[in-house]
Each structure stands twice: as structure tokens, then as C-alpha cells.
């Protein structure tokens, strides 16, 4: 079993900056991967970034390319997500997720394991 824990939500105006920190907890965290998702209200939950377990592969959604960098510090269980120029569309419910390694792909949320609780991301136009 595998807790998760997201912090570093917040409110911040468009163009701004936050990073969102995933403390996990119960299994070694270089055995999974991490990813992460968002949700926004109306909307299905949809794909942001990914990092596989030892952090050589990462995966971003196109609307995010360029400006949010995804990263892990395994000796402290972490996960990160770095969110630069935040526009107003970003603004969702943000999820970070762990799966096992596996050939499964790191992009679709079904695929996942354990999810944290989520914290709120506003950014104000």
C-alpha cells in the first residue's frame, strides 16, 4: 500500500509560478512510477506529467510542454511538479498518482494505483 500526499497548491495570478510537492509513503518509492493529473469542475480528470521510477523518462501533455517540469527525489519519496506561466485554464483539482513499473502507460489515469487527495490550484486572470 502506498499513501500520498500533495501540498503546494494554492491561489497565484496568471504568469506565476507554484510547485506542487507528492510526499509518498509505505513501499519503496524507486518501485513506481508517478504521475500526475488534474481535474477541473465539469471536466473528466485528464493527464498533466509523468516520471517514470528512476526519473530518466518524463511525459508531459501538450498543453503543459514548455511550462511545467515534473521531477523526484527518491531518497526523500518526493514528487515534484513545477508549474510555470500559469494561465487561468490551468486552474483544477491537481492529483498525484503511483503505479507500479510496468509496461502500462504512464499517461492514462486507470493505469494508476494509488492517488493522493488532491490539492487546489487557482490562478486568477
Known amino acids: 500500500q502506498v499513501q500520498l500526499v500533495e501540498s503546494g497548491g494554492g491561489l497565484v495570478q496568471a504568469g506565476g509560478s507554484l510547485r506542487l510537492s507528492c510526499a509518498a509513503s509505505?513501499?519503496?518509492?524507486?518501485?513506481?512510477?508517478m504521475g500526475w493529473f488534474r481535474q477541473a469542475p465539469g471536466e473528466e480528470r485528464e493527464f498533466v506529467a509523468a516520471i517514470a521510477r528512476y526519473g530518466i523518462n518524463t511525459y508531459y501533455a501538450d498543453s503543459v510542454k514548455g511550462r511545467f517540469s515534473v521531477s523526484r527525489d527518491n531518497a526523500q519519496s518526493t514528487a515534484y511538479l513545477q508549474m510555470n506561466s500559469l494561465k487561468p485554464e490551468d486552474t483544477a483539482v491537481y492529483y498525484c498518482?503511483?503505479?507500479?513499473?510496468?509496461?502500462?502507460?504512464?499517461?492514462?489515469?486507470?493505469?494508476?494505483?494509488?492517488w493522493g487527495q488532491g490539492t487546489q490550484v487557482t490562478v486568477s486572470s
Open positions: 509505505g513501499r519503496t518509492f524507486s518501485t513506481y512510477d
Open positions: 498518482a503511483a503505479k507500479i513499473t510496468s509496461l502500462a502507460t504512464m499517461t492514462v489515469s486507470g493505469n494508476y494505483h494509488w
